[in-house]
T-cell receptor, first 114, second 115 residues
Framework: NAGVTQTPKFRVLKTGQSMTLLCAQD?????MYWYRQDPGMGLRLIHY???????AKGEVPDGYNVSRLKKQNFLLGLESAAPSQTSVYFC?????????????FGPGTRLTVL | AQSVTQPDIHITVSEGASLELRCNYS??????LFWYVQSPGQGLQLLLK??????LVQGIKGFEAEFKRSQSSFNLRKPSVHWSDAAEYFC?????????????FGTGTLLAVQP
């Protein structure tokens, strides 16, 4: 049981390049989330999904797209990377509805955009 | 709007000393409250959570937190800090209800432990 895994762990992009971050969970969770973490700002929700085939915007969605084609995977895409997207990205998943459900986090992807 | 405030950005304590990390929240309904810990270079790990019942909750690694509705607080405590507790700590409130299950995080408190 690997929990939540993220690929890659590190990435350096040039401005304007595109990339996809992959999140996978093996806990059969319905809900999945993408956050970004910036110094002094905590974690901010980018996009989330409440089930296979669904996605929704979070707090800071601009410049990102997501897809949830399979229940266990949640992809985060950057179509044209900008230096402001330099951050650490975390994926999380949770079992069900209700704010009391624990979110399980992946180890993060550190992205630098030059 | 829901929000979480962690007023202490950085705290330094001596090993063996007691610890209290502050968290205040703003939320209209009964809050679901969490404390997560992030060790350097790692993801977030749940320490404890509160959603009903006893207002003093016990977590892993010897941590506890007390929910005080009158003060809108959920402070994290540990009676004796170990060097391995050095990490960043995040308080979060669950924006419960409906189907979103979103968490709103505070900005974190970085804990340093002196030998």
């Amino acid at each position: 049981n690997a929990g939540v895994t993220q690929t890659p762990k590190f990435r350096v992009l040039k401005t304007g390049q595109s990339m996809t971050l992959l999140c996978a969970q093996d806990m059969n969770h319905e809900y999945m989330y993408w956050y970004r973490q910036d110094p002094g700002m905590g974690l901010r929700l980018i996009h989330y999904s409440v089930g296979e085939g669904t996605t929704a915007k979070g707090e800071v969605p601009d410049g990102y797209n997501v897809s949830r084609l399979k229940k266990q995977n949640f992809l985060l895409g950057l179509e044209s990377a900008a230096p402001s997207q330099t951050s650490v990205y975390f994926c999380a998943s949770s079992y069900g509805t209700g704010g009391y459900n624990e979110q399980f986090f992946g180890p993060g992807t550190r992205l630098t955009v030059l | 709007a829901q929000s979480v405030t962690q007023p202490d950005i950085h705290i330094t304590v001596s090993e063996g000393a007691s610890l209290e990390l502050r968290c205040n929240y703003s939320y209209g309904a009964t809050p679901y409250l969490f404390w997560y810990v992030q060790s350097p270079g790692q993801g977030l790990q749940l320490l404890l959570k509160y959603f009903s019942g006893d207002t003093l909750v016990q977590g892993i690694k010897g941590f506890e937190a007390e929910f005080k509705r009158s003060q809108s607080s959920f402070n994290l405590r540990k009676p004796s800090v170990h060097w391995s507790d050095a990490a960043e700590y995040f308080c979060a409130v669950g924006a419960g209800g409906g189907a979103t299950n979103k968490l709103i995080f505070g900005t974190g408190t970085l804990l340093a432990v002196q030998p």
